[in-house]
Structures are given as C-alpha cells and as structure tokens.
C-alpha cells in the first residue's frame, strides 16, 4: 500500500508563495500519474495539477495556471507543487495522489485519481 504525506502549508498573505512537498512512500513506475488536488469548505475537491513522469506532460486548471508548478524528485520520492501569487481564492486542504493504475496517455487527466492513494492534506490558508 503506498502511503503519501503532505507537507509545507500554512498562511500566508495574498501574493505570496508555498511550495508543498508529498513524500511517497516507495518508488513509483514512470507511467503512474501523480498530482496535487485540493478542496475548499463548501466544495467538491478540484484537481490543481497532474505530471506524468513518462513523457514529463502536465496538467494545471486554469485558475492556477501561470502561478502554479508541479514537478517530481525522483531521487527523493518527493512530488512538490510551487505556489506562487497566491490569491485568498487558494485557501484549501490540499492533498496530493497518485494513481494506482498504469497510464497509457499523452497527459493526466484529475478523473484518473478517483481510485488511487491519497494523503491526508495539509492546509493551505491565504489572505487578503
């Protein structure tokens, strides 16, 4: 069973930067998705971004896009997401995931984590 652990959050102010790290349990294969999702009280959980260490293609929803960087150290089973610009619109719990399935897919989509491991989030608290 891989198991995942967040790190890295707390508060900030609006235009300021986090950067989250999930450590990973063990190694994961190179066609396991891998991603940062998050979700705000009063809402359905949304991915953030996704990587697919295969081909290096990743994801970002558009609210993030341009502020927001997903990437992976291998060496160190470590995924990170870089938050910079923050806005109070930010402010979640944010877990990141790993899909238990093997891809076979140019990009990760967020509805491929429904099934895979989860960590239990660390809050992310922005304001104005």
């Known amino acids: 069973q891989v198991q995942l652990v967040e790190s890295g959050g707390g508060s900030v102010q609006s235009g300021g930067s986090l950067r989250l790290s999930c450590a990973v349990s063990?190694?994961?294969?190179?066609?396991?998705?891998m991603g940062w999702f998050r979700q705000a009280p009063g809402k359905e959980r949304e991915g953030v971004a996704t990587?697919?260490?295969?081909?290096?293609?990743?994801y970002y929803a558009d609210s993030v896009k341009g502020r927001f960087t997903i990437s992976q150290d291998n060496a160190k089973n470590t995924l990170y997401l870089q938050m910079s610009s923050l806005k109070p619109e930010d402010t979640a719990m944010y877990y990141c995931a790993v899909d238990r399935f093997i891809a076979f897919v140019g990009e990760c989509a967020p509805t491929r984590f429904a099934s895979g491991y989860w960590g239990q989030g660390t809050q992310v608290t922005v304001s104005s």
């Open positions: 063990e190694s994961t294969h190179s066609r396991q998705c």
């Open positions: 990587f697919y260490p295969r081909s290096g293609s990743t």
